[in-house]
């Protein structure tokens, strides 16, 4: 899976990080941890997930103290937000230590979770510095969603964390619905619902071919113009700028002043030529595209004592050989499940 690292060009460091399409480095997604408590149908599916599942041993992830040297360098190199993710990233311990010296870096700094440790955590997290918060809640009815999280998990619980997490300062806070047409699409409205006024920013996502393991089918993905369309139709709706170039959502608010919702359609209409992301997996592969085929091993150049001029001439040739756009260039041949390469969400990080 790893590139080894020995052979990129390590040219002088002069100029602004650009690959080869054209973009610039500006969002780095942290990956603390491969585990879950959750087992959601389109990321992690019980059939493969199960208690015999060779997750990453303890060895293997990168400490607190290596994530920090990256993150550090990233920044220097032009990055402005960084997303800590995984896995479930509430269940790696003392997570609010690492994003207490992330903190200390002069950028937003994120964290997406199923939301089920997000009670307990908020005021923690927003004290350790924490931005914001992503949650992510694929229905508002208990039974839809205890179907899609597969472990019967209680959604009253999660709208707790998100009304903690309120409480405690991390907003606006996104709401993201990943839609599997047959699964739960009759919860766009209930959830349009209830997040209306709630000043809370609702997502909708479509479901993708990531991994090897979700059963992904083009059938099952409901285009976001129809979730725009079906929720048009009981709650007109109009369409926004984006905050900043290459911003993922395209944003949409409600015209009798409701609120802002937001749809993400990586597949239906791919957005890679903005595409400005680059991940860090939990133990150290740096992953230039979620589909990437296999990633560069930072943490054996950590590990054996690398400086930081040398990691900074690395990671600055990465991104500059970099030439995915995955998306735009989706074939059915390559979301077939079995198509080689793919790597699970739950490693690379969402
Ligand atoms: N466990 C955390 C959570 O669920 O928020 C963070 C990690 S999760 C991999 C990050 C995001 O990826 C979640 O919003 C999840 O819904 C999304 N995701 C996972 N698999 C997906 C898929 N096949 N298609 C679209 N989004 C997916
Ligand atoms: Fe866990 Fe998040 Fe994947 Fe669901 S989407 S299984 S909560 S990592
Ligand atoms: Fe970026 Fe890869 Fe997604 Fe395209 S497919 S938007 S390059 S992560």
Redesign the pocket.
Known sequence: MAAPLIGHDLAPLDGALIDRRGRRVRDLRISVTDR?N???VY??PKSVFDHEYNFLPRANLLSFEEIFRVAHIFVDHGVEKIRIT???PLLRRHIENLIEKLAKLPVELTLTT?GSLLAKKARALKDAGLTRVTV?LDGIDDAVFKRM?DVDYPVGDVLDGIEAAAAAGLAPIKVNCVVKRGSNDDQILPLARHFRNSGHILRFIEFMDVGSSNGWRMDEVLPSADVIARIHEEFPLEAIDANYHGEVAERWRYKDGAGEIGVISSVTQAFCSTCTRIRLSTEGQLYTCLFAQGGHDLRGALRRGAGDEQLRRVIAAVWRERDDRYSEIRTAATALPDAPGKIE??YIG?
């Open positions: 879950c959750f087992r959601c990321c992690m995984g896995g479930e199923n992510s999280n969400m739950s969402g």
